[in-house]
């Protein structure tokens, strides 16, 4: 009994991108193992496999076509703001190679691909900034800043205490004196 397109496309299903062997095929089925081998042999299945690989293969490009904007707005980020030379260095070479910057054409004139070229290293250029050093005086509790330093004791001020009774002794001794 010749097998059905549905049945050969769940073959193939199965045995590419599952990797089932020929045994678990015929249990998924309902068949015996040498049913399916059979099937496998034949012209049906193998144009099956390839209008499936065909298929696979386009559904990959797609996405891989979807993802190529990101990438180019990836590396394009790394090159423009990235803080390693190096990361900036590689993105502007790979961005480059994939514009074909690399290859020579021959309608283009050298000076406009100099002139990319330098647009690349001035993109990848990256500015020094001077360092900023500030000089400020330690703060009471050291040198840490202050949600790093220790809590301070709490410390009682006993003046205005002891300034009221120094006051009252010596107005007492001022009384006497007087008397």
Avoid: C, H
């Avoid at 590419?16 to 399916?36: C, F, H, L, M, Y």
């Avoid at 050093?133 to 050291?142: D, K, Y």
């Amino acid at each position: 009994m010749p097998a059905t397109r549905a049945e050969l496309l769940r073959i193939a299903e199965l045995s590419i991108r599952q990797r089932k062997s020929t045994p678990d095929i015929a249990r998924e089925i309902g068949v015996n193992a040498a049913t399916v081998l059979t099937w496998m042999r034949q012209s049906d299945y193998v144009d099956t496999v390839y209008t499936l690989r065909k298929k696979w293969k386009q559904e990959a490009r797609a996405r891989v076509a979807g993802l190529a904007e990101d990438v180019m707005l990836t590396l394009e980020d790394l090159m423009r703001y990235s803080r390693n030379d190096r990361i900036k260095y590689e993105s502007a070479r790979t961005l480059g190679e994939w514009l074909g910057l690399d290859e020579p054409e021959a309608d283009t004139k050298g000076d406009e691909r100099d002139d990319l070229v330098e647009a690349l290293k001035l993109a990848t250029t990256r500015t020094q900034a001077a360092p900023t050093i500030v000089f400020l005086p330690p703060s009471p509790g050291g040198l840490l800043p202050e949600y790093l330093q220790a809590p301070r004791p709490a410390v009682l001020d006993v003046t205005p205490l002891f300034r009221s009774t120094t006051e009252e002794k010596e107005k007492e001794k001022e009384g006497e004196e007087r008397e």
